[in-house]
């Protein structure tokens, strides 16, 4: 499968470099089974949902996981996205500029707060070992950014992210800490919206995957076959399930929030049931894919040439999506992490593979 079957190309302009002003004035594209859309807002979705739907929420939490610091001895800038723990006070992260932080090199952040560069992972990654005066959890929350994506930076002119970020790029149920990137589809809820569904009678279960920064990375060869995913961890309790399995069983709709959400459903229910646990996955989903577990999700906009569109493309079909996409720019949406969402619903029988 070719990654240009996979390309579009987006206005500059239609790229969010803020979020809405509340999160539920987000618009919503909405995708019924067969053919058509309409176009509404987020706080709209109610109306589509019915009792006894299941929705399905990846609650992992964001750390502040970008650095700056200086080396030592030179005092040069430099620039740290830590990627995931590699054990105490270690983590595997991407280091900038990856030419002057070689092994033995050692930052400083801030006050209590410093690394030393133990190996050299390739590709501009390294393997950090930490020196903390105190609790390295606080020393992060108090020196750390949030790590918003290179493109809603570039719109913004700026080289970190605003106060504002530690809470809009946070979903109102993250709850376990470890993504180094939103999962994006739920920053759009609010508490009064959950709280709405819950007394329609739509039941929700939350997963956990904690998202890494390879998850957006846009596909650099022209097979997408030959892409590698990386590795992301997730985790489902027993009760979430035998939720999960119980709305299969009953026939309800399972409707994910996310491609995240995606992921680890139909990770962990490749058999047809889910089955709880924590483990890695690498599972890439692409048209042509049979979908287990997942009837319709909420997602973003993605990036072309991207492994996020592939799996949308691979629930509604290639040239459905790419048509829906360039609706979607003459509309004039907003795109990518803090832009407009889409509703997909169960597609019943559509071909997906064109």
């Given at each position: 499968m070719n990654v240009s079957d996979f390309d579009y190309t987006l206005p500059e302009e239609l790229v969010a470099a803020h979020p809405s002003e509340r999160r539920d004035e987000s618009r919503l594209l909405v995708v019924p089974p067969g053919a058509g859309s309409e176009h509404r807002q987020f706080r709209d979705l109610t109306e589509y949902l019915r009792p006894g739907d299941l929705l399905v929420m990846n609650d992992s939490r964001v750390i502040p996981a970008r650095l700056?610091?200086?080396?030592?001895?030179?005092?040069?800038?430099?620039?740290?996205?830590?990627?995931?723990?590699?054990?105490?006070?270690?983590?595997?992260?991407?280091?900038?500029?990856?030419?002057?932080?070689?092994?033995?090199?050692?930052?400083?952040?801030?006050?209590?707060?410093?690394?030393?560069?133990?190996?050299?992972?390739?590709?501009?990654?390294?393997?950090?070992?930490?020196?903390?005066?105190?609790?390295?959890?606080?020393?992060?929350?108090?020196?750390?950014?949030?790590?918003?994506?290179?493109?809603?930076?570039?719109?913004?002119?700026?080289?970190?992210?605003?106060?504002?970020?530690?809470?809009?790029?946070?979903t109102v149920y993250a709850d376990r800490e470890g993504s180094v990137a939103a999962p994006t589809a739920g920053l759009h809820f609010t508490d009064e919206m959950l709280a709405a569904m819950n007394d329609m009678g739509v039941e929700t279960a939350r997963v956990t995957l904690h998202v890494g920064a390879g998850t957006f990375q846009p596909i650099a060869v022209d097979r997408i076959e030959d892409h590698p995913m990386h590795a992301e961890e997730y985790e489902i309790s027993p009760e979430v399930a035998e939720t999960i399995n119980r709305a299969k069983s009953e026939g309800r709709r399972v409707i994910a929030v996310g491609t995240t959400s995606v992921r680890t459903i139909?990770?962990?229910g490749a058999t047809g049931e889910v089955v709880p646990g924590c483990e890695k996955t690498r599972l890439m989903i692409l048209p042509g894919y049979k979908f287990h577990i997942v009837d319709g999700m909420i997602t973003n906009f993605h990036l072309p040439r991207s492994t996020l569109l592939c799996l949308v493309a691979a629930m509604i079909g290639r040239k459905r999506l790419l048509d829906l996409y360039e609706e979607a720019i003459r509309e004039r949406y907003r795109f990518y992490s803090y832009g407009d969402a889409m509703l997909i619903l169960p597609q019943g029988n559509a071909d997906a593979v064109e």
């Open positions: 700056f610091g200086h080396r030592e001895p030179g005092g040069g800038k430099c620039e740290v996205l830590l990627l995931e723990p590699a054990g105490d006070l270690k983590w595997q992260a991407m280091v900038r500029p990856g030419k002057k932080l070689r092994v033995g090199s050692r930052i400083v952040f801030g006050e209590g707060l410093a690394a030393e560069v133990e190996e050299d992972l390739g590709g501009g990654e390294r393997l950090l070992r930490f020196e903390c005066g105190g609790e390295f959890r606080e020393a992060l929350d108090r020196l750390g950014h949030m790590p918003l994506p290179p493109y809603i930076l570039a719109r913004r002119g700026a080289r970190e992210s605003l106060p504002q970020d530690r809470e809009r790029y946070q139909e990770s962990a």
